[in-house]
Every structure is written in C-alpha cells, then in structure tokens.
C-alpha cells in the first residue's frame, strides 16, 4: 500500500488536529510531506509536535523517517515501467476525445478516493445525521445539483432538510433561523461562488456548523468548515468535471445507508407507502398508471362520467 492511501485508508483514531494534518497532507500529495514539519504544521493549523506525534502515530520514528519514506516512495514512482511506457507513448496514438475524456475522469475519481481521510466520510454521515435542528444545503450555479441530489437522499433519512437551490437576495432571510443546532452543507468548487461564499461567512458568524464539499485549491469557505470534503475534479476538457464531486456525495451517503440504515427504516417504510398510494414510480405492479383507464385522457375520462346514461329499449 502506498503513503497516500495508508493516510487515506487509516483505521487509527485521529485527533481532531490529527485529522487536519492527514488532510493537509492529502490535499497536496505529495508536495506537502517534502517541506519541513513547521511548514506542514503552519498549513493545518496545528502545532509542530502534534505533526511529530502523529507520525510516531502512524508507524514512523518521526517526521525524518516520513519524509524519508516518502522521497524513497516518489523516486520509485518516477522510474517505474509503466510510467516510462506512458511517458513514451506515440502522442499521435490517441483513442478519441471521448475516450480520453473518460480515462481523465478516471483519473480525477482515484485521486478522490484518496484525497481524503477515510474516518472524514464517517464524520460526514454523523454531521448530516445526527444535526438536531435543519440541515441546509447550498451549492454554485452548477455544484447546486449535488447539493439537491443529496437533499433528495437525506430526506429519506431525517425530517428538517432544506434545499436552497439557486440563491436570490431574500433567501439570506433564512440565516434569521439558523443557529449552532443546526447544519449548513456547502458544494463549492472553482470558481467559487461570491453570493455562496457570503452565506456561509453569515452562517458562521451565527454558530452554525460547515460541512463543505469543495475542490483541492479550497474553497474560501474552508476557513470556516469545520469539515472538509475534497474532490479532484480537473479533466480533459476546458471544464471541471463534477462526476468525481458526485460519487464523492454518494460515497458519503453510503456510509451512512450502511451504518444507520436500520435505524431510519420505519420512515423509509412509510415514505415508500406513501409513494405507492400516489403511483409515484412505475416500480408498483397494478399502480395507477398501469391500469387501462390510466392511459385514457383525463379530459375524456371526465366526458364520460359526465355524460347521462341513455335509456335502454
């Protein structure tokens, strides 16, 4: 196993300050492990022998042997066949825009998998779930998606979630109501949101805790989070891609279907029988929608009603 995917993958309880370190680290791999310790400290806002513990933590004699490690783990890299091979390869030799494309995504999704610690995807699920007042969420002209993608998750879940959707000037109003109960989940990514961005710095002021999905070069609200969820999101094409953003969400909801599903399942129960009253999916056998006089008109159907029988002879 790889340096990255040991600190991503680590199954050791980490400190608070511990965590920001491993996501430092992360965010920047592996540039960030080759300054020095103080640096490295500075950049997750910890001090230098909480950096030093952790790595006693994690299996090192210290940050010496880390580094050292790490230089020996990127020199290899450097010289492997299969990075020579691709360094070597016919430019002229391309699969197709399309294909190319794909393989860019791919690569933007593994990094992701890496790109943070692997206890922030459980501390994620336990912000959304166990808030005790509203969860908020809130997201840019594109990245505002996700965030009514996870809505529509969440509310199958938990009572109490609230989906901004595009911001106009009066939703501010909704900072009135919101306070250190409740939760407000951000999907920002470059280039970042100025009316977004300002919510969630009002937000904060008031107590409310962050929850941010953003992008490596960080969001301005990562100031403010008190977690945050990092995607690579750079493609091969003039665009980022939001695929990585969005199995990143989904990851997340996952972890939490697995650990609480069981407990949420009486009111899965019963939204799916509301569902099913109100032929809501085609999934239900003799639904409304099957029946033959479903496929009839409505404005017939109501002809027919209103019509008066003829008489028979």
Known sequence: MSIR?????????LTSAE???????????????????????????????????????????GFADFQARLLAEVESRLHSPLLMMEAKRPRGQREGTALDYFHSVAESLERTRTAVP???Y????????????????????????????????????????????????????VLIDLGKRDLLVVFDYRRY????????????????????????????IAEYAGLKMVAAIEAGSPFDT???????????????????????RKR???????????????DVSESAADRPESRVPARKRRASKAAPKKPQA
Not at 33 to 42: F, K, M, N, P
Not at 45 to 57: A, N, Q
Not at 242 to 264: I, K, P, S, Y
């Open 5 to 13: 995917e040991d600190l991503a993958s680590t199954s050791l309880t």
């Open 19 to 61: 965590a920001k370190i491993v996501q430092a680290l992360l965010t920047d791999f592996p540039m960030s492990g080759l300054g020095t310790a103080t640096r490295l400290a500075r950049r997750a806002g910890v001090s230098d022998p909480t950096v030093m513990r952790l790595m006693i933590k994690l299996g090192y004699d």
């Open 118 to 120: 692997s206890q922030n």
């Open 122 to 173: 459980a501390r994620a699920a336990r912000m959304l779930l166990e808030c005790k007042g509203q969860v908020v969420l809130l997201g840019g002209r594109f990245s505002r998606h996700i965030a009514s993608m996870l809505a529509g998750y969440l509310v199958q879940f938990r009572s109490g979630v609230r989906d901004m959707g595009s911001l106009a000037a009066a939703d501010f109003d």
């Open 193 to 220: 949101q100025s009316d977004v961005v300002s919510f969630a710095r009002q937000a904060h002021g008031r107590g409310v805790p962050i929850l941010l999905f953003t992008d490596g070069w960080l969001s301005p």
């Open 242 to 264: 939001l695929a990585t953003a969005v199995a990143q969400m989904e990851a997340v909801f996952a972890h939490a279907m697995e650990n609480d599903g069981e407990g949420v």
């Open 268 to 282: 899965m129960e019963e939204m799916e029988a509301i569902r099913r009253a109100n032929a809501v999916t085609l």
